[in-house]
Structures are given as C-alpha cells and as structure tokens.
C-alpha cells in the first residue's frame, strides 16, 4: 500500500543526503550539453533538467538532475546509485573551463514532490523544478537546513524513505 503522505501537496522530503556537485566555469553549460543524454542548454536560473551519464556502450552510469542557481549548476544524484559523479565526471573534462565541486556537506535540499511550488522562505534559499519530479525544490546552505526543515514540519509531513520508495514506484521513475 503506497503511504498517502507521499500523495499530497503537504508532504516534503528532506534529501540533503544526496550528493551536490557545483559545475561552474565558461564552458560548464556546453560541456554538460555534450556529456549527457539531455538537452541543458535551455537551463536558467530556476529552471532543472533531469539528465542521464551514458557509457561508451550506452548504459547509464548516472541518474541526476541539472539545477540553475545564479552562474552555477548544481547536479543533484541520490546517494542510492552506487558511482557518483564526482568520481565519473572529472575524467570527461578534458581541457574544458569546467571546475567541479562537491558541495554535499555545504547545501541541503528540501523537496516538495507535489507542489507546483515550494514555500517561499525569503532570501534563505533558492528554487528549482523538483529533483523528484513534477514538483518544487528548496535549495538552501547547511547551516539553515535544521531551522528551516523545523519550520517546514509545523505545516507540512516530512516523507521519510519509505515514503519516498513508494513515491519514486508510483510515478513510474525509474531506479538505476
């Protein structure tokens, strides 16, 4: 039985455990363009893409999203898969003016997988499309994270795994 706590516009999900890599750097966006199976150079601040890594062979080495937050990227991979892109992307850099930083332990994620968008918290945070899916994304510094997941909890249900298991099998997303 899928849990109805994953069903509704009241439910969040605290993913700050998945991986944040930041790709800044003048060739960033064209790189990215080049490296995966969607097209990024669409991407603005606010917008996200999800986005595969393929192999030579053409299997998915990565599941991940593309999130614009000024004139950076962040790309968002749950902790589930077992290579991150940390390990898989440097080696495709190549001579591109491309860096690329971990900021898993600096940034934390707040996820309302069934709100078109996620509550507005001021200037503490920025906003994407949902690294879940049809929804909404807080993005905010670490160091908010508890003060503002706490708030969040007084009017809305925090998923937990379980939760958000049910959620991935019900929308049909697949699990690499």
Not at 129 to 144: F, K, N, R, Y
Request: contains cysteine.
């Amino acid at each position: 039985m899928i849990p109805e706590a994953t069903l509704t516009a009241k439910t969040f999900a605290d993913l700050s455990g998945w991986r944040k890599i930041s790709l800044t750097g003048s060739d960033s966006v064209t790189w990215l363009n080049a490296a995966v199976t969607s097209d990024v150079s669409w991407l603005r601040p606010g917008s996200s893409q999800r986005c595969l890594l393929l192999d030579d062979d053409g299997g998915v080495q990565a599941d991940f999203t593309a999130a614009v937050s000024g004139s950076s990227i962040l790309l968002i991979q749950d902790p589930a898969q077992e290579a991150g892109l940390l390990d898989l992307l440097p080696a495709l850099v190549g001579k591109a003016d491309v860096d690329l930083e971990d900021r898993s332990s600096q940034l934390a994620i707040l996820a309302f997988p069934m709100r078109p968008a996620a509550p507005d918290l001021g200037g503490t945070a920025f906003y994407s499309p949902s690294t879940l899916g049809p929804g909404a994304d807080i993005v905010c510094l670490e160091e908010d994270h508890r003060r503002l997941a706490t708030s969040l909890a007084k009017m809305f249900t925090l998923a937990g795994p379980d939760d958000l298991e049910a959620w991935r099998i019900a929308a049909g997303r697949a699990r690499l």
